[in-house]
């Protein structure tokens, strides 16, 4: 399997907004070799997005041209696209986009089905990518019954089920740990490399640009080279945390940290915990516990006499007499008949 070769001539996009014209995307132009993974990086609202749109055909552009493979892309019809997203793209979206009442293998399936797949080769394609993200076993799992972790790994596994020359992905380890995220795409690196499939992703993540073979920064809807790739060269000043996974090596998949996220954190600026809780020596004596003051209760007194009240006298129901109509019962207040003309008259309930 060959990638697929992606152009960008001159692209543009404008949005309006009101009255007033904002240009997402201005004047880029871009070229992917075959097999290349790339990394498209820059603040929120550089254009990130919207470039990855216009290359998936899920936007047309303003002004230039979209090529892949060849094929220009912005001028296909709906049909054109179609054919293209099911047999050579492969996307995952930020928001995962999973269906919530089909389970995790099911997902996964249903591009296939829609490209018209076999049941066999269905079965052993979907098999292979829930297995390739280490979800074999919550494959019969829906949406809910999974972390944002899980169900972005679900996502991956959708996009390389087809076999795609071109992977598409936008913020793909936004819910991701970073061991997970380093095994991923440690091995989507190793595919890319082995079956030549073209890569190309938005990202924040420092993970991700280190892994890519090429990294193409945004501001303000236009790329920028040199002393203007403020983020990139930034992030490559900064100190990497602790906290982050290892790299994976740059060959072999065997080699892939598991999915832990404490893979490759450095525990040296820790304390062992001795250290850090003070525990009672056995030979210490135990202190001496004080015992509770004592509470006068005679100060607590009944409702009733508190707030100056009678207690009332309770009616025996078993010694009343039959004849009692309701409401007349011993000790209860005599119900006031309203004076003729009163408006409570006219809104009391009726007597029985």
């Not at 240009?23 to 070229?31: C, I, N, P």
């Not at 009442?101 to 052993?124: D, F, M, T, Y």
């Not at 090596?249 to 250290?275: C, H, N, R, T, V």
């Amino acid at each position: 399997m060959s990638g697929a070769a992606v152009e960008v001539r001159n692209v543009s996009r404008k949005f309006k907004v009101g009255g007033e014209e904002v240009w997402a995307v201005r004047d880029v132009s871009l070229k992917v070799e075959p097999g290349e993974f790339l990394a498209l990086i820059g603040r929120s609202g550089s254009g990130k997005t919207t470039l990855l749109n216009v290359m998936a055909g899920l936007d047309r552009p303003t002004e230039g041209e979209v090529y892949i493979d060849g094929e220009r892309v912005d001028t296909m019809s709906e049909r054109q696209l179609d054919g293209l997203r099911r047999h050579k793209l492969g996307f995952i979206f930020q928001s995962f986009g999973l269906l919530p009442l089909l389970s995790a293998r099911e997902n996964v399936e249903l591009p296939l089905r829609i490209a018209g797949v076999s049941h066999g080769e269905r079965q052993k394609l979907v098999k292979n990518a829930i297995e390739f993200v280490g979800l074999g076993r919550r494959a019969d799992h829906r949406p809910y019954e999974l972390s944002g972790g899980e169900q972005q790994r679900v996502a991956i596994a959708r996009a390389l089920a087809s076999q795609p020359t071109l992977i598409l992905a936008d913020e793909p380890t936004g819910e991701l740990d970073s061991a997970t995220a380093t095994a991923v795409f440690g091995l989507l690196r190793d595919l890319a490399r082995a079956e030549g499939i073209t890569i190309i992703t938005c990202t924040h993540d420092r993970l991700v640009m280190e892994l890519a073979q090429r990294v193409e920064e945004l501001a303000d809807g236009r790329l920028v080279t040199g002393e203007h790739r403020e983020v990139w060269d930034r992030i490559q000043r900064r100190e990497r945390s602790p906290f982050a996974a290892a790299l994976p090596a740059a060959e072999g998949i065997e080699e892939q940290p598991a999915l832990s996220s404490l893979i490759g954190a450095d525990l040296s600026a820790f304390k062992p915990a001795p250290q850090r809780v003070r525990h009672r020596a056995e030979t210490e004596e135990e202190e001496p516990v004080e015992p509770l003051p004592d509470v006068d209760l005679s100060q607590f007194r009944p409702a009733p006499q508190r707030l100056g009240k009678d207690p009332a006298t309770r009616f025996d129901l078993a010694a009343a007499p039959e004849d009692v109509p309701a409401g007349d019962e011993p000790g209860a207040p005599a119900e006031e008949t309203p004076a003729p003309g009163d408006d409570a008259a006219r809104w009391a309930r009726p007597r029985e």
